[in-house]
């Protein structure tokens, strides 16, 4: 079983910055794939940006390219979301997740994860 606890959101101006943990307990060597995932009220949730636990390979929602970096400390099993330049619409929950040894189907989509945490809200005031 994999735990997650996300930290770091908080209330911040438009064009500010906010760096989101994401630390895993647990049988993390079993995940493959980190991820996070945003939910805004009334929206769907939605990929924001997903890293590999060996070679750290990364993938990025089009909304996050060039504003967000996600990063890695295997030693700390934690993963981290830097979150630059942020915008009113970025306002959401913010998910960290993870998936089992394997998955099927893509990176981007909620149902390749199979542990989650509680969220962390960010707010973006304009």
């Known amino acids: 079983q994999v735990q997650l606890v996300e930290s770091g959101g908080g209330l911040v101006q438009a064009g500010g910055s906010l760096r989101l943990s994401c630390a895993a307990s647990g049988r993390t060597f079993s995940s493959y794939l980190m991820g996070w995932f945003r939910q805004a009220p009334w929206k769907e949730r939605e990929f924001v940006a997903a890293?590999?636990?060996?070679?750290?390979?990364?993938y990025y929602a089009d909304s996050a390219k060039g504003r967000f970096t996600i990063s890695k400390d295997n030693a700390k099993n934690t993963v981290y979301l830097q979150m630059r330049s942020l915008k009113s619409e970025d306002t959401a929950v913010y998910y960290c997740?993870?998936?089992?040894?394997?998955?099927?189907?893509?990176?981007?989509?909620?149902?390749?994860?199979?542990?989650w945490g509680q969220g962390t809200q960010v707010t973006v005031s304009s």
């Open positions: 890293i590999t636990w060996s070679v750290g390979a990364t």
């Open positions: 997740a993870a998936t089992g040894p394997t998955y099927s189907g893509s990176y981007y989509f909620v149902n390749s994860y199979a542990h």
